[in-house]
């Protein structure tokens, strides 16, 4: 009965592409793991009154029902894939509408292609389907969709930069994209005004983009506080360009002390400061501790004693998003695989070799910055309502109070629950879900229909703290004021099966299952790639 359930729900939500078998077979199968993981290993315990467990002798018992969840997946994708194409053959597909392209009416420009932007303009083209005179417009600096929760994984050269990157053009069918920035919004006129990237561009007027409905879905930059020499000496980590450069240069200071005969300038250079305790900063410190601990094979001439990988958080405790037990289960995985921590500590300066703290001195020459994050700035040149971060404040059915036809969402709008009435987390699950409403209220909005107010229960979280370990909390179905917490091995396959089955695109799941097959079996890669100044 339960998979008969399940294969109805996924049947009813799939919308399968003639002869696709390959890319339903790959989805579904992916779908099997965290389903595995809430019905197998959790729901089914607790229905008949016992605690889930999670020992490597209950994992080897529950390794059997992940097999075959898994083949169940890959066979509910092929028979839902096949019954369509029967159904396709033996009835025959709609007949297409044969009218005159209308003239556009609406314009509905989105600025942003991240998490936000991008699953906005995907419910747009589902919700405006049938009305071809509304306008989609995309605008967004990069041309690719960066799935952020696997970036740790690029810099510790776990996965290939391209692979967690979706292109926007591929990914949207029917909205018209544009590689730009917005320089100026012009609420009044109602236009966008784009800026020219770079000098050989040209020098002719920038190109205005009238709208109907605006979205920002900017997202934030890195917020270093005011510290200009954080500023100019960290890396950041907010694009895939900053992991790729993290990793060349993690490479590039092993092969600088390799030939380093001066002891403490040798440490210096194999010392790796991290600032912030949060997802990015844990998760980064996890995978470049294992990637520097794995390339050392690599170089006989230095010494796992010498390597340092340090992580410096202003609170007493890694991890605030999740509950204590699981922080500091967290610290003390970390700090077995060698990875230090200095906690209530604040960064207070930087200089060329050394890193500065409230409480002392770190000599080294490379520091990572994932401490703050702010909205983007273009927003403080909107006359709108912000919060004390510099956040678009809307009201629960993400509109901008005093401004007919615009909307906010994502890390660069202030969201509370029109339940709960708490503030929104910045992340990717609630942005997705606002994406959602928000686009289902600009279509309401077009038929003159009344708008829906924004309400999300989180699912829970998930955080990698190297390998093969991880850390969860997830809400329990129908009881979202409890939680689940869990560690350890089957936390981290919930993980990659989790965000594998949420990767876009077929071709992006088979290249990342790819590369982590590899990865069982082969060292890490040490070869600099191209790094662009």
Not at 375 to 385: A, E, H, K, R, T
Request: charged fraction near 20%; aromatic fraction near 6%.
């Amino acid at each position: 009965m339960l998979g008969a359930a399940v294969g109805a729900a996924y049947a009813g939500i799939s919308r399968p592409t003639r002869g696709a078998y390959v890319d339903d077979l790959m989805a579904a199968g992916a779908l099997g793991v965290p389903l595995w993981g809430l019905v197998s290993v959790i729901t089914f315990p607790l229905v008949s009154g016992q605690m889930p467990e999670w020992s490597a002798g209950q994992m080897r018992a529950h390794f059997p029902a992940l097999v075959g969840w898994v083949l169940y997946g890959a066979s509910l994708g092929l028979l839902a894939q096949g019954l369509s194409d029967i159904v396709d053959r033996v009835l025959g597909a709609e007949p297409a509408r044969r009218a005159s392209a209308p003239s556009v009416t609406k314009r509905i420009v989105i600025l942003g292609g991240g998490f936000a932007g991008m699953r906005t303009a995907e419910r747009l083209e589902v919700q405006l389907r049938a009305n071809p005179s509304v306008s989609i417009t995309l605008v967004s600096d990069t041309n690719a969709l960066l799935f952020t929760p696997m970036l740790a994984e690029v810099a510790g050269s776990s996965l290939e930069p391209s692979h967690i990157s979706t292109p926007l053009r591929s990914s949207l069918h029917r909205t018209e994209f544009i590689r730009g920035h917005a320089a100026e919004i012009d609420l009044e006129q109602r236009r966008v005004i784009l800026g020219n990237g770079s000098a050989d561009e040209g020098t002719g007027a920038p190109r205005e983009i009238p709208y109907d409905h605006l979205v920002l879905a900017l997202g934030s930059v890195s917020n270093y506080l005011g510290m200009a020499n954080i500023e100019k000496l960290a890396f950041n980590f907010k694009s895939l360009l900053d992991a790729i450069r993290i990793r060349n240069h993690v490479i590039e200071m092993f092969e600088r002390a390799d030939r380093e005969s001066n002891p403490s300038r040798r440490q210096a250079l194999l010392t790796f400061v991290i600032a912030g305790g949060g997802f990015a900063g844990v998760e980064l410190a996890g995978a470049l501790n294992d990637f520097a601990h794995g390339i050392l094979a690599d170089y006989p001439n230095l010494h796992s004693e010498e390597l340092r990988v340090v992580l410096v958080h202003s609170r007493n405790r890694i991890l605030p998003e999740l509950s204590e037990s699981l922080g500091q289960y967290a610290q003390e995985k970390l700090e077995a695989r060698g990875v230090r921590f200095r906690l209530g500590a604040r960064l207070t300066d930087a200089q060329p070799g050394v890193v500065v703290l409230s409480d002392g001195e770190i000599r080294a020459t490379t520091l990572v910055w994932t401490a703050g994050t702010a909205p983007n700035p273009l927003l403080n040149s909107l006359p709108v309502d912000k919060d004390k971060r510099g956040a678009v404040i809307v009201d629960g059915t993400l509109a901008v109070r005093g401004h007919s036809g615009l909307w906010a969402l994502g890390d660069c709008a202030a969201v509370s629950d029109a339940k709960t009435g708490k503030m929104c987390p910045p992340t990717a699950q609630f942005a997705l879900r606002q994406a959602e409403v928000l686009a289902r209220n600009i279509h309401a909005q077009l038929e003159g229909r009344r708008t829906r107010t924004f309400h999300f229960d989180s699912l829970g979280a998930l955080c990698v703290v190297g390998h093969q370990t991880a850390c969860a909390e997830l809400t329990v179905p129908f009881f979202r004021t409890r939680s689940m917490r869990f560690s350890g091995l089957l936390a981290w396959v919930m993980w990659r099966g989790i965000y594998l089955s949420k990767l876009p695109g077929i071709e992006r799941k088979t290249r990342v299952l790819m590369d982590w097959t590899a990865e069982l079996f082969f060292p890490r890669d040490i070869v600099q790639t191209i790094d662009l100044r």
